[in-house]
Nanobody, 119 residues
Framework: QVQLVESGGGLVQAGGSLRLSCAAS????????MGWYRQAPGKQREAVAI???????NYVDSVKGRFTIPRDNAKNTVYLQMNSLKPEDTAVYYC?????????????WGQGTQVTVSS
């Protein structure tokens, strides 16, 4: 089994910064993509940032230039560095890790961490 542990959420004023962490542990053959998603009240969950095994990245337009998604393969950990935060970034943030398994892959999700940006 694979476990994901998220940390780093909290309350911050607009313009501030936060860094989220997500560490994967357990029976891991290899990791494909790692990513961060968020869900605000009354809205659907959206992909915020994705990083592949070759370190290619994709960001939702609303965070480009403000967020980055570094990855530490040795620690099976992905981060979300969030700068210049805006009130509209307020949401529960979930990490996602796609683990390689025999015959394909399997998705795992973190427990979610609240990020609140005050104006």
């Amino acid at each position: 089994q694979v476990q994901l542990v998220e940390s780093g959420g909290g309350l911050v004023q607009a313009g501030g910064s936060l860094r989220l962490s997500c560490a994967a542990s357990g029976r891991i053959i290899a990791i494909n993509t790692m990513g961060w998603y968020r869900q605000a009240p009354g809205k659907q969950r959206e992909a915020v940032a994705i990083i592949t095994s070759s370190s290619s990245t994709n960001y939702v337009d609303s965070v480009k230039g403000r967020f980055t998604i570094p990855r530490d393969n040795a620690k099976n950990t992905v981060y979300l560095q969030m700068n210049s935060l805006k009130p509209e970034d307020t949401a529960v943030y979930y990490c996602n890790v796609r683990i390689v398994v025999p015959g394909g892959w399997s998705d795992y999700w973190g427990q979610g961490t609240q990020v609140t940006v005050s104006s």
